[in-house]
């Protein structure tokens, strides 16, 4: 079965960090593998990425993080998005992730854990993989 439309990825960069070249860089990789990708740029709330993810009908919510915010950050998300209805929705998270928080991040709902220097056609192969 074809899909009708591309999988729509929302990439977001939370909290306070301010680095987003990777997150560029996987978007464009996204972007080139047919998916359409929305990109809400740096500083992000949880409320702004769970309202995002809602207005813009997404497949994945993606997260971009450096600064080490990603398990609080997840921890505030993870409510938001199942009163959104949006708790099916594939959520995946990269960037300077330590080994140790990977158990953690999945314990919350994140699907998929990407740290830093993970191949590019791994996360594009891991989303199609999983969203129909």
């Known amino acids: ?12 960069k939370p909290g306070l960090d ?3 070249q990777g997150a560029k860089v996987v978007a464009r990789a996204l972007m080139d593998a047919g998916f359409e990708v929305i990109y809400t740029g740096l500083r992000q709330t ?13 497949d994945v919510i993606g997260l971009s993080s450096l600064a080490g915010s990603h398990i609080p950050f997840c921890r505030k ?7 959104n209805g949006l708790s099916d929705r594939l959520w995946i998270v990269g960037g300077n992730i330590p080994a140790q928080d990977h158990d953690a991040l999945r314990s919350i709902g994140v699907h998929g854990v990407f740290p830093t220097g993970t191949r590019l056609q791994e996360i594009v192969e891991f989303i199609r993989g999983r969203v129909s």
């Open 1 to 12: 079965m074809t899909r009708e439309r591309p999988i729509r990825v929302l990439l977001a």
């Open 46 to 58: 949880p409320e702004a990425v769970a309202n995002a993810a809602l207005e813009e009908g997404v």
């Open 77 to 83: 998300l993870k409510p938001l998005l199942d009163e």
């Open 18 to 20: 301010g680095h987003d």
